[in-house]
């Protein structure tokens, strides 16, 4: 199974859907089941909400009424003709857990986190590292009678999610933001009175820690890493060395990895044809050439020099999207597509480009195996 396959139908999870204007209140128990929800405005795709973000923004502060849309977050969605590459980034550079899924008609369902621990499992895109060289986590200790607030200090101080409780040298457990705002949200739910949340944060982390905690040895293979999340639908192990804990392993750490290993010397890029109405959308088209680019470095072994790119807009309201490559020692290849929208055929043209790529690397090697790339090759 090649890594730059596309997504397969089969991941794609079925999430509530909520206009806008839904108050929070008649959102609350169905996300805090499925942990995200779409939120949609006049029929359109608008965001996502997630359930541990919302928990922790200001459930003391926020009336239950407050319309669901203004928690949103709009990140980018997926396609089939997503490769799983450009998700794992896209969902690391945007901080999500899962990415909506556009079927060619509307925003159908999402791909969650743990389902693209299952491919990357399966593409065996981590096989030959270890868990040391994927931890990027600090070891950053707590002793379980530290009161709830000081520990939040520290997580925000060190911009942390996680921290490690330690009860005399041994490890007693770990701490999640993620406890932090469900033990608010339910005290405040129980008990009205405590307002903003503040008398609950004087109890220690001992008594909200999760103390049932994974670990796995630093250095252990990372595949093994992933098993042992997926298995236990757990998304941070404690790396240890013999007994001792050196550091947290997340699944952040393993999409960090990936994303920065697809990231290559970025090409020149030359953009023409944009207008004052189509501007703004520059940094966009750079973003998916530079994934193109990376994307044929990684899984075809072709460094792109330059790329221009020129887009007209058509009487009938479609563009015209002209592009050609400079691929190192290997010449130029150009093709062309039409669209509705700038994404629209900026994301075909990136494929066909890609595609074009893949075939001559292919088709065109010669008798002594060297590979030669055709259409402008000079």
Known sequence: M?????????????VPMYDYKTPLEEALAKLQDSRIAIVTKQGAYFGTVEYGNISGIGMFQVSKSY???KLARKVPYVTADTDIDE????????????????????????????????????LKMVSKLSVR??????????PPEMQVSAARKIMEENKLNRLIVMDNGRLYGILTKNNISSHLLYANSRNPEYGNGKG??????????????????????????????????????????????????TITDVFRYLSESTDSSSPDI??????????????????????LAAKADRFASVAV???????????AKTYLFRA???????????????????EQGIREISNKLYEIIKSTKERKKNASGKIRYGLDEE
């Open 270 to 291: 030359e953009i023409s044809g944009l207008d004052r109405y189509t501007r703004d959308y520059y940094e966009f088209i750079e973003g998916e050439i530079g994934s």
């Open 67 to 69: 319309p669901l849309g």
């Open 133 to 142: 060289e994927l931890m990027a986590n600090p070891l950053v200790s707590i």
């Open 305 to 315: 020099e330059r790329v221009t790119i020129n887009i007209k807009r058509e009487k």
């Open 200 to 249: 609950v944060q004087r109890n220690s982390v001992g008594t909200i820690c999760e103390k049932n905690v994974y670990t796995i040895g630093y250095q252990l293979p990372a595949n093994e890493a992933i098993k042992k999340m997926i298995n236990n639908k757990i998304s941070s192990l404690v790396v240890t060395k013999g007994s001792d804990p050196v550091g947290i392993l």
């Open 87 to 122: 998700t794992i980034k896209a969902m690391y550079e945007n901080s999500a857990k899962a990415l909506p899924f556009h079927n060619g008609k509307s925003v159908s369902g999402v791909i969650r986190r743990s389902d693209m621990l299952r491919a990357i499992l399966s």
């Open 2 to 14: 090649p890594a730059f396959q596309k997504i397969p139908r089969e991941l794609i999870s079925k």
């Open 324 to 342: 050609s490559l400079e691929l190192s020692g290997k010449g130029r290849i150009s093709t062309s597509a039409e669209g509705y929208s700038i």
